[in-house]
């Protein structure tokens, strides 16, 4: 579906042709490295333009502030904002926020903002192995980044998750320098940086095998969803209309995005 066709499908669904958006605008915080293609520093990167699409066809009004990524969600747990970009959904985070969910409450992958890979990264000439199920390394010792849902994943499994540094390359930098043998680091960024850039080239390498796959939201604070509930539908709702359009798609092909359904 071209995007114009999706905008008069929404219009038809809403009962008007130009939705007017219910309150102030929304204030988003979103993370202060490269998340390339999804998100850069600057504001660049596919989920802005998803959301840019959104406040078209919605009449909807976003801000948005970069931040460290545990700043972000301590703010969302705090209302200080009204939602953060490209969160994953756990237990812990529930109590105090809102994502997309499906009728027996599980979360709805259909609207979420992307999907994303956990990869394991091993240090060449290192001591951790990966086999796609079970990761050995010396003391149990992982680094990852910061404020990331993949180090209480860790956690609960015994390992001991390093949450020093921000970025992926950050990471990198640091098995490189022969600090730690295995980091888990998220998406195409990490895995690009591993493979074409010369820091990395012969002293990191990625496994074969990801560590897990996840749904990215824009998930919302608890406080903004309960104001106007319907809002927050509509918004996801557009997010997962607007995934779904040929427009969108073609940019993330263009992005080096693969589509497997």
């Known amino acids: 579906m071209s995007y114009k066709s999706l905008c008069v499908l929404l219009a038809l669904m ?3 042709a130009a939705h007017a958006a219910k309150g102030p605008p929304l ?3 979103y993370e202060d490295v490269d998340q390339r293609p999804w998100s850069t520093p600057s504001g660049k990167g596919l989920n802005f333009e998803l959301l840019k699409r959104v406040e078209t066809l919605l009449n909807e009004h976003f801000t948005y502030t970069p931040k460290p990524w545990k ?34 409450g599980r979360e709805d992958p259909s609207r979420a903002m992307f999907e994303d890979t956990a990869l394991v990264f091993l240090r060449v000439g290192g001591n951790a192995r990966w086999d796609g199920h079970e990761l050995q390394v010396p003391g149990k010792a992982v680094v ?31 098995l ?4 730690f043998d295995a980091a888990i680091l998220q998406g195409l960024e990490a895995s690009k940086l591993a493979q074409e850039d010369a820091r990395f080239k012969g002293r990191v390498q990625q ?6 796959t996840v749904n990215l939201h824009l998930m919302v604070a608890r406080g903004a969803y309960e104001r106007d509930p319907q809002r927050i539908e509509a918004i996801w709702q557009a997010i997962g209309s607007v995934r779904l359009s ?16």
């Open 14 to 16: 809403t009962g008007t």
């Open 27 to 29: 204030r988003l915080c």
């Open 71 to 104: 700043r972000c969600l301590s703010e969302l747990k705090l209302g200080q904002v009204d939602g953060v970009i490209g969160a994953a959904d756990a237990v812990s985070r529930r109590a105090w926020s809102r994502i997309p969910q499906l009728p027996d």
């Open 144 to 174: 990852v980044q910061s404020g990331y849902l993949v180090a209480q994943q860790l956690r609960e499994k015994s390992y001991d998750p390093h949450e020093t540094v921000k970025s992926a390359a950050d990471a990198l930098r640091m």
């Open 176 to 179: 490189a320098a022969g600090g």
């Open 207 to 212: 496994a074969e095998q990801p560590f897990s």
């Open 246 to 261: 040929r427009d969108y798609r073609q940019l993330e092909e263009a992005a080096g995005v693969k589509h497997f359904h």
